[in-house]
């Protein structure tokens, strides 16, 4: 039982560890095989991309100004997805409902959200950078931006989205 008082074996086993891992994690890392990865589909390798290195599109199923970056999954398949959402400052996310759980991060800015079917400004919550919100199937929500607003959210798919008022679906 004296080994145990003793830390050097474990500080020891700690830094070998991390020895051995740094080349590894050196070599997955690189730029071009980060985004060659995008979106991630689970094949078992590490995945690091910065911030930087994303791919922003526009959506067709939102209103002109939004862009999406497809970190993981087949938004059209049984699996799991993460995607980021930029959306501009004033911008207007009209009451919609999704077919699974919803689960929405603020990475960056303030996104005014909230339930409901009926866009109401006064009813939202002002989640800041760190919030979530997590949503059932089938709740109708919506939100509004005043400044450049980042979210990621992420579930299982299938994914999908479908506007209150059938008048708000840009598609249409």
């Known amino acids: 039982m004296k080994h ?10 700690t830094a070998a560890l991390l020895m051995s891992g740094s080349s590894l994690s ?3 890392h690189g730029e071009e095989e980060a985004m060659a990865s995008l979106p991630y589909r689970g094949d078992g390798r590490h995945l690091m991309v910065t911030a930087e290195e994303l791919e922003w599109q526009s959506i067709a199923s939102m209103a002109p100004g939004a862009v999406m970056a497809l970190l993981e999954g087949d938004l059209s398949k049984a699996e799991p997805f993460t995607f980021r959402l930029k959306l501009p400052a004033g911008y207007i996310v009209a009451p919609h409902i999704h077919p ?3 689960r ?3 990475l960056q800015g303030t996104f005014h959200f909230a339930h409901g079917e009926e866009f109401d400004r ?3 919550m002002a989640l800041k950078e760190g919030g979530f919100a997590i949503m059932p199937p089938g709740a109708p929500m919506f939100g509004y931006t005043e400044e450049e607003t980042i979210i990621q959210l992420h579930g299982t798919g299938p994914w999908g989205i ?9 598609r249409n």
């Open 26 to 28: 050196a070599s997955m």
């Open 4 to 13: 145990l008082n003793n830390p050097c074996p474990m500080l020891c086993l």
């Open 162 to 170: 479908e506007y209150i008022n059938p008048e708000d679906d840009p």
């Open 100 to 102: 699974a759980y919803e």
């Open 122 to 124: 006064d009813r939202t």
């Open 104 to 106: 929405v991060t603020v």
